[in-house]
C-alpha cells in the first residue's frame, strides 16, 4: 500500500516539474520570437521592454492568455516595423525628389551663370567697368576739356566765336582741340556735292548699303525710297538725316572712297589743317576736327545759297506715295524769332558730345560759332543762347571790345 503511495506521489510530482517546465519555456519561446520579428523590423526598443514586460507578466496566467499574448505583441510590432517601412520608404521617395530639384536648380543655375557671364565680369572686375564707363564718355570727357572753366560758363568743352567780316576772335575756350565732329561732317558733305555741279533733280534710292551699322542709328527713310538729290541734301543738312548723307557719298561720281577723298581734298584746299574725314554722315568718331577749322567751313559754306537755304528750313514735307513725312530742323534756334541765323548745323554721337556750328547775325555783326562737346541735350543751344547775350551786352557798352578767353 505503501509504495502504491509512494509511485503515486513520484508520479505526481513528475507531472508537476513538467507543467511547471511547460509553464517556463512557452512565454520564454514566445519573448524570444518577439525579440527577432522586432530585431528584423527594427522596433524600437522601448516597445520591445514594454512587449517584454507583458510576456513576463503573464506568466503567472495560463499558457492560452500567454499564447494570446505573444500574438498580440506580435502584431503590434509587425504594425510598427510596417509604418516605420512606409516612413522610411516616404523618406526614401522624398529625399529622391529633393535631389532631382536640386540637380535641376544647380543645372539652371549653372545655365543662368553661363548666360551672365559678361554681366558678372564686369560687375567684379573694376577696371573692365571703367573701361565700359569710359567708352560712354566723350573725347573731349576723356581728355579733361570739360573741367577747364570760362567766363560765360558754358556747357561746351570747346568755344569760338569769330566776326565773320573782320575775323576778329570774340571769345575762344579750347579752340585748337581736335575732337570728333559728328553730323557736322554733314556740312563737308554737302558742300562736295554742290562744288561738283551735279544735277539735283537726279534720282537715287536708298539701299541696303545705307543703313548704319557703325551706331545703329534709326532712319525714317526705309529701302528701296526714291528722292531727288536735292531732297536728299535737304533731308541731310535740316534733319540729319544719315541714310541720306550716306546715299550722297555712294552715288557720287567714283564711288564712295572717291567721295570721301574729295571731302578730305576740300578741307585741305580751304586751310581746314586740322580735319580728317573717313565717311560721309560723322557716325564715324574718326572724322575730327578743331573750332578754327570748322569756323573756316562755315564761312565757305556760306558763300553756297543752296547750303544757306536747306541748312536753315524749318521744316520739310516729304510725299511718299501712301504716306506724308514731315521732317523739322535738328536746330530748335531756328524757330526762334530772336534768332537771324544764315547757316547752321548740329550733331551728336557719344564720342563728340552735342555740337553746334552757326553763322548768324547778332547785335549787327556777322559772326560765326563753333561750339563742341556740350553737356547735355540743350547744353549747346544755352552756350549759343549766352553768346548772344553777351554780344549784344557788349554792343550795347559803347562798343566796348571783350574778349574773354577760356
Not at 5 to 15: D, I, K, P
Request: proline share 3%; net charge positive; aromatic share 4%.
Amino acid at each position: 500500500m505503501s509504495r502504491s503511495r509512494e509511485r503515486l506521489f513520484t508520479l505526481l510530482q513528475g507531472f508537476a516539474t513538467v507543467a511547471v517546465a511547460v509553464a517556463l519555456v512557452l512565454p520564454m519561446s514566445a519573448s524570444a520570437a518577439t525579440k527577432k520579428a522586432v530585431k528584423a523590423r527594427k522596433v524600437p526598443s522601448v516597445l520591445v521592454k514594454k512587449g517584454e514586460v507583458k510576456l513576463m507578466s503573464s506568466k503567472k496566467g495560463r499558457s492560452g492568455s500567454v499564447a494570446l499574448a505573444s500574438r498580440r505583441t506580435n502584431a503590434k510590432a509587425s504594425r510598427l516595423a510596417k509604418a516605420e517601412d512606409g516612413r522610411s520608404s516616404r523618406r526614401v521617395a522624398l529625399g529622391k525628389r529633393q535631389e532631382t530639384r536640386a540637380t535641376s536648380r544647380l543645372a539652371v543655375t549653372k545655365n543662368n551663370r553661363a548666360d551672365r557671364a559678361p554681366l558678372q565680369l564686369v560687375a567684379h572686375h573694376p577696371s573692365v567697368a571703367s573701361g565700359s564707363s569710359e567708352l560712354r564718355s566723350s573725347f573731349g570727357e576723356r581728355q579733361g576739356l570739360r573741367s577747364s572753366g570760362d567766363p560765360l560758363e558754358l556747357n561746351s568743352s570747346v568755344a569760338l566765336v569769330v566776326d565773320q567780316q573782320t575775323n576778329e576772335v570774340l571769345f575762344s575756350k579750347n579752340e585748337a582741340a581736335v575732337l570728333p565732329i559728328a553730323s557736322l561732317t554733314k556740312l563737308m558733305t554737302g558742300l562736295v556735292v554742290t562744288d561738283a555741279n551735279l544735277p539735283m533733280d537726279e534720282l537715287i534710292t536708298i539701299t541696303t548699303d545705307d543703313i548704319d551699322t557703325v551706331k545703329g542709328s534709326r532712319s525714317r527713310l526705309a529701302v528701296g525710297t526714291t528722292l531727288t538729290r536735292r531732297e536728299m541734301m535737304h533731308l541731310a543738312l535740316m534733319s540729319s538725316e544719315n541714310r541720306a548723307a550716306h546715299a550722297l557719298g555712294r552715288t557720287y561720281p567714283g564711288g564712295l572712297d572717291q567721295f570721301v577723298r574729295l571731302m578730305n581734298a576740300k578741307a585741305r584746299e580751304i586751310g581746314m589743317r586740322d580735319t580728317r574725314y573717313v565717311e560721309p554722315t560723322g557716325l564715324s568718331s574718326s572724322n575730327q576736327s578743331s573750332a578754327r577749322d570748322l569756323a573756316t567751313l562755315v564761312s565757305v559754306a556760306y558763300q553756297r545759297p543752296i547750303l544757306r537755304s536747306l541748312t536753315t528750313s524749318p521744316s520739310h514735307q516729304l510725299d511718299l506715295g501712301n504716306r506724308t513725312l514731315e521732317f523739322r530742323n535738328s536746330n530748335g534756334l531756328i524757330r526762334n524769332p530772336e534768332w537771324e541765323i544764315g547757316l547752321q548745323k548740329t550733331g551728336y554721337i557719344t564720342e563728340a558730345g552735342r555740337c553746334l556750328v552757326m553763322q548768324a547775325r547778332v547785335a549787327g555783326r556777322q559772326l560765326i560759332m563753333v561750339f563742341l562737346d556740350a553737356a547735355g541735350k540743350l547744353g549747346r543751344a544755352q552756350d549759343a543762347e549766352r553768346v548772344r547775350r553777351w554780344v549784344e551786352t557788349q554792343a550795347v557798352h559803347a562798343g566796348v571790345s571783350g574778349r574773354p578767353q577760356g
